[in-house]
C-alpha cells in the first residue's frame, strides 16, 4: 500500500505564496504520475495541476502562471508551489500519485486526505 501526506497549508492573504508538499511512502516501486486537486466550499474537486514521470506538466487555466507542479521520483515527493494566491484559490487541496508496487505492473490511483489553503483578502 502506498500513504500519502500533504502538508504546507495555511492562511496566507491574497498575492501571497505557498508551497504544499505531498510524502509518499509505502510500498513504492515507482511515481508514474502526481496531481494536486483542490475542492472549494460548495464546488466539485478540480483537477489543478498534473505532472507525469517525463515530465510532461498541465494546469487548470486558472492556475497557469502562477502555480508549478514538480515531482521528486527518487524520494517520492510531489509539490505545488503557489505564488499570487488568490480567494478564489481557497480550497482543500489533494495529492494524487499514481505509484507503482510491483515491476511491470500498472499503476494505481493513491489519494491523500487534504490540506486547507485559505486565502483572505
Known amino acids: 500500500q502506498v500513504q500519502l501526506v500533504e502538508s504546507g497549508g495555511g492562511l496566507v492573504q491574497v498575492g501571497g505564496s505557498l508551497r504544499l508538499a505531498c510524502a509518499a511512502s509505502?510500498?513504492?516501486?515507482?511515481?508514474?504520475?502526481a496531481a494536486w486537486y483542490r475542492q472549494g466550499p460548495g464546488k466539485l474537486r478540480e483537477l489543478v495541476a498534473a505532472v507525469t514521470s517525463g515530465g510532461a506538466n498541465r494546469y487548470a487555466e486558472s492556475v497557469k502562471g502562477r502555480f508549478t507542479i514538480s515531482m521528486d521520483r527518487d524520494r517520492y515527493m510531489v509539490y505545488l508551489q503557489m505564488n499570487n494566491l488568490k480567494p478564489e484559490d481557497t480550497a482543500v487541496y489533494y495529492c494524487?500519485?499514481?505509484?507503482?508496487?510491483?515491476?511491470?505492473?500498472?499503476?494505481?490511483?493513491?489519494w491523500g486526505e487534504g490540506t486547507q489553503v485559505t486565502v483572505s483578502s
Open positions: 509505502g510500498s513504492i516501486r515507482q511515481l508514474a504520475a
Open positions: 494524487n500519485v499514481a505509484a507503482r508496487t510491483r515491476a511491470f505492473t500498472p499503476a494505481s490511483d493513491y
